[in-house]
C-alpha cells in the first residue's frame, strides 16, 4: 500500500509565498506521475499541476506563471512553490499519485492514490 503525506499548507496573505511537500513511502517502485489537486468549499476537485516521472509538467491555467512543481524521484517526493498567492486559491490541496508501482513480498502493485489534504488560506 502506498501513502501520501502532505505537508505546507498554511494561512498567508494575498501576494505570499507557500511550499507543499509530498512524501510517498510504501515499497515504491515507480510512480508515473505526481501532482496536486485542489479543492475549495463547493466546488469540485480540480488538477492544479502535475509531474511525469520525466519531469514533465502540466499547470492549470490558473496558476501558470505564479506555482511550480518539481519532483525527487529518488525521494519520491513532490513539491508545488506557489508564489503570488491570491485568495482564490483557498482551498484544501491533495496530493496524488498516478500509475505507482510498489512490490511487497513479491506481490506487484499499481494503484493510484491521494493524500490526506492539506489547507491552504490566503486572505485578503
Known amino acids: 500500500q502506498v501513502q501520501l503525506v502532505e505537508s505546507g499548507g498554511d494561512l498567508v496573505q494575498a501576494g505570499g509565498t507557500l511550499r507543499l511537500s509530498c512524501a510517498a513511502s510504501g515499497s515504491i517502485v515507480s510512480i508515473a506521475s505526481m501532482g496536486w489537486y485542489r479543492q475549495a468549499p463547493e466546488k469540485q476537485r480540480e488538477l492544479v499541476a502535475s509531474i511525469t516521472d520525466g519531469g514533465s509538467a502540466t499547470y492549470s491555467d490558473s496558476v501558470k506563471g505564479r506555482f511550480t512543481i518539481s519532483r525527487d524521484n529518488t525521494k519520491n517526493t513532490v513539491f508545488l512553490q506557489m508564489n503570488s498567492l491570491k485568495p482564490e486559491d483557498t482551498a484544501v490541496y491533495y496530493c496524488?499519485?498516478?500509475?505507482?508501482?510498489?512490490?511487497?513480498?513479491?506481490?506487484?502493485?499499481?494503484?493510484?492514490?491521494w493524500g490526506q489534504g492539506t489547507q491552504v488560506t490566503v486572505s485578503s
Open positions: 496524488n499519485a498516478l500509475r505507482a508501482v510498489s512490490r511487497w513480498l513479491g506481490i506487484r502493485r499499481v494503484g493510484d492514490y
